[in-house]
Nanobody
Framework: QVQLVESGGGLVQPGGSLRLSCTASGSIFSINAMGWYRQAPGKERELVAGITSDGNTNYADSVKGRFTISRDGAKNTVSLQMNRLKPEDTAVYYC??????????????WGQGTQVTVSS
């Protein structure tokens, strides 16, 4: 069993900031990557940002320069600092992890999502 606990969503005005965090626990031998996807109403889920176990990052073009992803490997935690938020950033944000389990298989797992609303 794997758990992803997300926190940090909420309502913020345009131009404001929020910080999302996600901690993974359970039957995890090692985490290969963690990150965030988002899904807005009527749209497909899209990658926001990801970070690998060796610190390589990737971002959606729409968030480059505004969002920063970071990780704490010792705590199996990933954070997303979101600055200069725009109404179009409004979505449910889902934490994900790509990990190696105790039996050496690799898996993907998703959190339940946290709502981010950018509105005046």
């Amino acid at each position: 069993q794997v758990q992803l606990v997300e926190s940090g969503g909420g309502l913020v005005q345009p131009g404001g900031s929020l910080r999302l965090s996600c901690t993974a626990s359970g039957s995890i031998f090692s985490i290969n990557a963690m990150g965030w996807y988002r899904q807005a109403p009527g749209k497909e889920r899209e990658l926001v940002a990801g970070i690998t176990s060796d610190g390589n990052t990737n971002y959606a073009d729409s968030v480059k320069g505004r969002f920063t992803i970071s990780r704490d490997g010792a705590k199996n935690t990933v954070s997303l600092q979101m600055n200069r938020l725009k109404p179009e950033d409004t979505a449910v944000y889902y934490c994900y992890t790509h990990y190696t389990g105790a039996g050496w298989g690799t898996y993907d797992y998703w959190g339940q999502g946290t709502q981010v609303t950018v509105s005046s």
